[in-house]
């Protein structure tokens, strides 16, 4: 499987090269749909100027991204040639390496074809798989970016985040589906199943390539494309809560725990995840969810400590790295008052310029409690399935966000091929497809008649962000509809009957 | 869903049918709207207008023999106390330009400001006139200079008044509006402008061909098919009216019988008057370039149509004064009235909600044809009891038979695109042409080959296509073709609407099964070039000046040309969007006709 995405790799990242090195570059970083005022390449750049002259990059309104990723592309761009000349060297001495190493792999894999343990890679075969397409990554940047001036090095930063989420993603969902093939044995072994739903049964056939389909959705998607050209910091957060995803599934609570700290800290919402990965680890330690156990309360307790400590660490860390605590008003509060109203793909900004000032507050409570709202009902009902409420999760952030872009959207899109199983079960598919589509291709057009031409307005604009949430939110509805109707198909067999012997059709309620 | 797909075809010829009455009964006067005033600083308040007079005319006739017209009107304006700077700007266009016989252009942009005496100078008005060489334009450059000795009297200015006359019609306000903004789009070399108003607010460009005027003409469609605020047609309206000057729109003078049929033929021309003019998107005057620096802006056009009653320059000057003193009450730009119409009068208007619904009315065709197909590729596919890995297998290889031959119809697009400017020292060196002529060739050519590009394609492919292949392939060009109408229309909707009515029919009702002859002809027939092939024929019909088919396919050749030339030197986007979108879009439904 790495051979197909390393190639995979390559084309992204070719992609996104040529696109760099295009006039294109500019014009995208500079539409609305694709950075907000929280990831705007431009204002980190301001802010690296205030940093480098000694003056708290937080001074004055424009920057506002976190001291943490500040210092990380202070580094880059500092310290771009050593990194450069390490990784070339890296790729030096492993090259020799990568043909015999390819070749043991390619044995391993065939002896694990033929037993018959598809989903059961040792770990060493991932890790050279891991190492393989990295230095293909490396190679390749290396040839588009040895020759860069300051600044723009920074590229090397956004497209390797891009890869990191990629692979990160891949290689989680194929945990996810060996866990899932694996549950899906025990389940038929026990007979829990009812008789007829053989056909809802996954098989590893189809199943063989969903993680690469998953790493194509997020690489090859437009949107994560168009983010990562930009130079948004969108893909930064993204790759986080993508290794956040891995760590989580992994089984690896210390590490779920500290990049969930770190995805918080970047930009607060991702704090919905915590609900996703603690169910996740109960259910993986076998612990109940029930109040009144000890061993419920315990394992809370000690994730949540995790996760608060390392919050605590990293602030700490920012403030100790900025000698004052400016970020926290200019970043959350920021993000939590909402006053940049630009315009973007997402619900704030119309309401917010129209409303009246003293009712501002009362709105922003409004507006934010979206987000966190339905962490509880979600949890509940899909309390089984702790990675589809990441999934839930995860788009209701980039719906409900207060400024959203379309790289938010790319990531939990990237999701969509590992429920290709709900395809049947699907009711709106072709219609919130048509919506999205059409809507992406009106957001620039509207602008022009907007901004340029003069002669549509604001509300043209808003029309078209309130039919894509609308049609974001279908999406997501239609597949929390499918899951749960396929789950309640496999445990109540899949031709329904009513009472008097028609054929009945369920309702979600 | 099911009544969807069972009358289907019903539904979607019952729609393209009434997509056609309405439009055309948009034309019927009690289904517009009157015009109305809607900017309040510019409708109650009447102005008292005094008029210049005196027009100087001579001087401008006797400078152009001795060719030193700028000197002279540098002169010119600044005896009449205005502060007068030159521009001089120069470009090479990608070919000559055979309707106006121009290829190295050199020329000198002269402009006069009125200071404003009674605000901060932050806002300022444009009266332009455009003067070439010999006598077509100077009685308007001396109706200009007569404006401005009298505007420079007067107190009342809020605003910057800047009299502009520029070398080269189009050309000339390009390079002035791209120095005046700072901006460089086209690549035309200009000298930086030294003196400057405010932000303009309105432009009015004058054109007087004759010495005798018999009634002004009102030319609104800009660049793109952008148009000003209706206000302005307003307020042209409202003056006409008061000093009694005949006026049309398009050269049709306005009728009051709307319940005769000669009433009702006479709007349904003038609007596809309207629709054709809007739909070329290029600029049919002046003022098209200045909307798209947000500026509102029309032409006023002096036609002498032998008629008994005469309009002297006296009265066309109290005209432009009335104008031009309403435009400086505006508090700010122009904004309360329409920006989207239809003008089947001077009258009356037909506003967008009016007139979108003749374009859903198509585009509802599109999206009801990929429902039909999304429902019949869906329904075997959970037919086949095996379930999912049955349906999951076809669709790696649908998606690769799909992205060929889109793949393939969009390098097309490109090659029509790119090749025709950048081949044609090739084709001059090879074949017995002008380099025009090669230009336009260039592109036939390519156009015609595209043609031939899908039977290889398919078998490049390697192996049969199969019937959900293209089903695959019709429901993504559907989709695609509905979506790039809708972002047409909304910019500019004639050019979507000209371009549905002919698309949609075929593309709907193509399938591989239908006699390959006929419906390949049929096709061909309503493909984009024969679109604008009719529209000549159309336009000359409607401006009554019918041609014979050898003139009508030259006058297509230089359409292409100046298509070309328009996007080259002002970003006309009309070309692009056909050779990169639409071209494509059709080449994948002709594929479809070829699938085996």
């Known amino acids: 499987m790495a051979a197909p995405l390393t190639l995979l790799l390559i084309v992204a990242v070719t992609i996104r090269a040529v696109l760099f090195r295009s006039s294109l570059a500019e014009l995208i970083s500079a539409r609305v749909e694709v950075v907000s005022p929280l990831n705007a390449w431009k204002r980190v750049v301001e802010g690296l100027a205030l940093l480098d002259l000694g003056v708290s990059p937080y001074s004055g309104d424009v920057f506002h991204e976190t001291p943490l990723m500040i210092y990380l592309f202070h580094f880059t761009v500092d310290y771009a040639e050593i990194v450069f000349i390490v990784s070339a060297y890296f790729v030096d001495c492993l090259s020799c390496f990568l043909k015999p190493l390819d070749r043991a792999k390619m044995a391993i894999n065939s002896n694990y074809l033929k037993s018959d343990l598809l989903f059961n890679f040792p770990g060493c075969c991932e890790l050279i798989s891991w190492f393989i397409t990295i230095i293909v990554c490396l190679c390749f940047c290396k040839f588009h970016f040895l020759c860069t001036c300051k600044y723009t090095d920074v590229r090397l930063c956004h497209q390797i985040a891009d890869g990191i989420t990629a692979l990160a993603l891949y290689l989680s969902i194929q945990t996810y589906n060996k866990d899932v093939f694996r549950k899906q044995k025990y389940a038929l072994e026990s007979d829990r199943y009812s008789a007829d739903c053989l056909e809802l049964l996954r098989s590893p056939k189809e199943m063989f390539y969903i993680p690469l389909k998953v790493a194509m959705f997020y690489l090859l998607n437009p949107f994560t494309i168009l983010s990562c050209v930009a130079k948004s910091t969108c893909g930064l957060n993204n790759a986080i809560i993508a290794l956040f995803i891995f760590c989580t599934l992994k089984g690896s609570a210390l590490l779920s725990g500290i990049l969930l700290a770190l995805a918080t800290y970047q930009s607060i919402y991702p704090l919905t995840l915590f609900a996703p990965a603690l169910l996740f680890f109960l259910q993986r330690l076998y612990i109940p969810v029930n109040l009144r156990r000890s061993s419920f309360w315990f394992f809370t307790l000690q994730y949540a400590f995790m996760y608060v400590g390392s919050l605590v660490v990293i602030t700490g860390l920012s403030f100790f790295l900025l000698g004052s605590w400016d970020f926290i008003p200019s970043v959350y509060g920021f993000i939590f008052s909402v006053p940049d109203l630009t315009p973007n793909i997402g619900l704030f900004w119309y309401f917010f310029a129209e409303m009246f000032e003293h009712f501002r507050l009362f709105f922003s409570c409004v507006f934010q409690i979206n987000v966190f709202f339905y962490t509880i009902p979600l949890s509940i009902k899909l309390k089984e399935h702790p990675v589809f409420l990441i999934f839930m999760q995860i788009a209701i952030i980039s719906i409900f966000k207060s400024y959203p872009t379309v790289g938010d959207v790319a990531l939990y899109m990237a999701f969509l091929p590992a429920w290709s199983h709900l395809y049947r079960f699907l009711r709106n598919i072709f219609l919130v497809s048509c919506v999205l589509l059409a809507c992406s291709a009106l957001f620039p057009v509207l602008w022009h008649l907007w901004i340029y031409a003069g002669s549509a307005n604001s509300n043209f604009y808003y029309a078209i962000t309130l039919l894509f949430n609308f049609g974001q939110i279908l999406l997501v509805a239609d597949y929390f509809y499918a899951y749960l109707r396929r789950e309640h198909h496999l445990t109540h067999g899949l031709y329904l009957k009513k009472k008097d012997g028609t054929e009945a059709t369920l309702v979600l309620k | ?596």
């Open chain 2, 1 to 596: 869903r099911g009544l969807l797909t069972r009358l289907n075809t019903p539904i979607c010829i019952v729609c393209y049918l009434a997509a056609i009455v309405w439009f055309m009964g948009l034309a019927f006067e009690p289904f517009t709207l009157r015009t109305d005033m809607s900017e309040n600083a510019m409708g109650s308040t009447m102005v008292l207008l005094r008029g210049a007079s005196a027009v100087p005319r001579q001087g401008v006739r006797s400078s152009q023999k001795t060719g030193a017209v700028s000197t002279w009107l540098v002169k010119a304006m600044q005896s009449r106390g205005l502060e007068v700077f030159t521009q001089s700007f120069s470009r090479k266009l990608p070919f000559p330009d055979e309707n106006k016989e121009r290829y190295m252009v050199r020329g000198t942009n002269v402009y006069g400001i009125l200071r404003a005496p009674r605000a901060p100078r932050t806002e300022a008005l444009v009266i332009s006139a455009p003067c070439s060489p010999g006598d077509s334009n100077n009685q308007a450059v001396g109706l200009l200079l007569a404006l401005a000795q009298y505007f420079r009297n007067q107190v009342y200015w809020a605003k910057d008044i800047i009299f502009l006359v520029n070398e080269h019609d189009l050309m000339g306000t390009q390079a002035w509006l791209e120095a005046y903004h700072h901006t460089n789009i086209t690549g035309m070399e200009y000298s930086p402008l030294q003196g400057r108003g405010g932000s303009i607010q309105a432009a009015l460009s004058l054109e007087l061909s004759s010495d005798v005027i018999t009634s002004l003409d009102l030319i609104l469609d800009g660049l793109n098919g952008q148009l000003p605020n209706l206000d302005l047609a307003n307020l042209f309206y409202a003056f006409c009216q008061k000093l009694g000057v005949l006026c049309t729109i398009q050269g049709k003078l306005q009728r009051n019988d709307w319940d005769t049929a000669e009433g009702y033929t006479h709007a349904a021309q003038t609007m596809m008057l309207m629709v054709l003019k809007q739909a070329c998107g290029r600029s049919w005057g002046d003022h098209g370039l200045f909307l798209r620096y947000h500026i509102e802006a029309a032409s006023v056009r002096g036609i002498n149509s032998f008629r008994h009653y005469k309009t002297d320059a006296a009265t066309i000057g109290r005209l432009l004064e009335g104008m031009v003193r309403k435009l400086n009450n505006l508090l700010e730009r122009l904004h309360q009235s329409y920006f989207f119409y239809l003008l089947p009068s001077l009258s009356r208007f037909v506003s967008i909600g009016c007139y979108m619904p003749a374009f859903g009315l198509l585009v509802v065709i599109l999206l009801l044809r990929a429902l039909d197909l999304w429902v019949h590729l869906g329904a075997p596919a959970l037919a086949a009891v095996e379930g999912v890995t049955e349906a999951q297998q076809p669709s790696g290889p649908a998606v690769l038979t799909v992205l060929t031959p889109v793949v393939i119809s969009h390098l097309t697009g490109v090659a029509l695109y790119l090749l025709p400017v950048h081949l044609q020292e090739m084709a001059v060196e090879h074949f017995p042409v002008s380099e025009t002529e090669a230009v336009v060739l260039t592109a036939v050519a390519i156009y015609t080959t595209g043609l031939a590009l899908p039977h290889n394609t398919q078998r490049l492919l390697s192996g049969e296509g199969t019937e959900q292949g293209w089903k695959v392939l019709k429901l993504t060009a559907l989709l695609y073709l509905a979506v790039l109408l809708g972002c047409t229309a909304l910019i500019n909707f004639s050019l979507g609407f000209v371009l549905a009515v002919t698309l949609v029919p075929i593309t709907a009702s193509m399938t591989p099964h239908m006699p390959k002859a006929l419906s390949a002809l049929v096709m061909v027939l309503l493909s984009p070039a024969f679109t604008i092939l009719y529209c000549v024929f159309i336009y000359q019909e409607l401006i009554e000046a019918p041609v014979s088919v050898s003139e009508g396919w030259m006058l297509f050749l230089s359409v292409i040309s100046q298509g070309i030339l328009d996007h080259a030197l002002y970003g006309s986007l009309v070309y692009p969007l056909l050779a990169l979108f639409i071209y494509p879009c059709w080449l994948m439904f002709w594929n479809i006709l070829f699938w085996s």
